[in-house]
């Protein structure tokens, strides 16, 4: 059983950055397709951005388009998103997604295996 962990969620400002984390707890993140998603209260999980397996192929949402950017760490333990620009309606809980290890393109919609425990966002002044 894969888990997952992110971290890196907090409070912000409008107009500032966060970067978000995704790692294994049990091995590296190399040769996997990870998904972010975000999620809130009564709502469906929404794609935000996605790398595929060998990081040849990168997909946002038209929303993070030109603000988010991901990216697997140069360790490969760990697939990162950088948020800039965050503007309220961000907020949310945010969470990573992976499928079995091997070669895959991602997908903005949650079809994944396994999934972390979701770390909350908050864009606030």
């Known amino acids: 059983q894969l888990t997952l962990v992110e971290s890196g969620g907090g409070l912000v400002q409008p107009g500032r950055s966060l970067r978000l984390s995704c790692a294994a707890s049990e091995f590296s993140l190399a040769n996997y397709a990870v998904g972010w998603f975000r999620q809130a209260p009564g709502k469906e999980r929404e794609g935000v951005s996605c790398?595929?397996?060998?990081?040849?192929?990168?997909y946002y949402a038209d929303f993070a388009k030109g603000r988010f950017t991901i990216y697997r760490d140069n360790d490969k333990k760990t697939v990162t998103l950088q948020m800039n620009d965050l503007r309220p309606e961000d907020t949310n809980v945010y969470f990573c997604?992976?499928?079995?290890?091997?070669?895959?393109?991602?997908?903005?919609?949650?079809?994944?295996?396994?999934w972390g425990q979701g770390a909350q966002v908050t864009v606030s002044s």
């Open positions: 997604g992976t499928f079995d290890a091997g070669p895959r393109v991602c997908a903005l919609r949650p079809i994944y295996y396994y």
């Open positions: 790398i595929s397996s060998t990081d040849e192929s990168r």
